[in-house]
C-alpha cells in the first residue's frame, strides 16, 4: 500500500469534500453567526488551571477512536474534566475517508463552540451508519446534513457554506501539523501534560485512570489487562460517497504501539 502524509490526506479530502459532499461555494462564512470562534479556536473543556493538561488526536471515522470514545471519554470528563482536575483539548486529525470526516469536523465547528462536542459525540454515535453509506455509495451528504439540522444549521445554504468555509479548513490544517509536531503517527493519540501516553493501557478506563491519578499523586488500583490491544471494530474502507474517489489511507487508523 502507498502511504502519504497526514497533511497529505487532509489536503487532498478538503479538496475532494465540494464534490463528495455537495458543496456549492467557497464562502468563509458558514452562515452560523456562532462560527467565527469556533471556527478558529482549539476544542477545550476544563479549567485552564488544572494540574493535568489531556490533549486527544483522533477522527470521528476511525474505528479504535470510537472504541476508546465510548469507554473513556465520557468517564474522562465527568470524573476529571467537570471536577477540575483536567484540561481537555480535542484535535482533529482526519483518517480516511478524509473528506468525510473533514466535512464532519466542519459541521462539528459550524454549530459552534458550545455545541462543539455534542456534535461530535453524535458524529461518532453514528460513525458505522455513515461509513455503511459511504461503502455502499449512500447519501452520506444527506446523514451529514442531518447531524447539522439536529444543531441548528437548518438551511442548505448555511450547511453548503459550512464545508467550504476557509477558516475552518486552516484550523483543521493546524490541528494536524501540530499533531505530527507532536509525534503523531496514528489515532486515537494521547498526550499528557505534553508527552505522547505509550502502549494501550491508556485506551481502557482502568488505564486511565491509573494514569491520571499518578499524575495527580492520588492513589489508584492497578490497571487490569496491561498487556492487551483494545479490540476496534472494523476498519472503513477509502471510498468516496460518489464512489469515484479513493483517499490513499495514511496509517492502519489505530496509534502504533510503542
Known sequence: MKFMSRRAVLIAGTLMAAAACGAADDSSSSGNASVDNAAVEEMVLGADDAPVTIIEYASWTCPACLQYQNDVVGQLKEEYVETGKVKFIFREYPTAPANIAVAGFAVARCAGEDQYFDVLGELFERQRGILSLAREGGQVKAALKQVAANHGITDDASFEACLQNSDIRRAIA????????????????????GQVLPGYEWRRWDGMKAVLDEALGEDAPAATNTAEEPEAAPKADSTSESGDMEIVEPTSGEADPE
Open 174 to 193: 493546524s490541528s494536524v501539523s501540530k499533531g505530527e509536531n507532536d509525534g503523531v503517527t496514528g489515532t486515537p493519540t494521547v498526550l499528557l501534560n
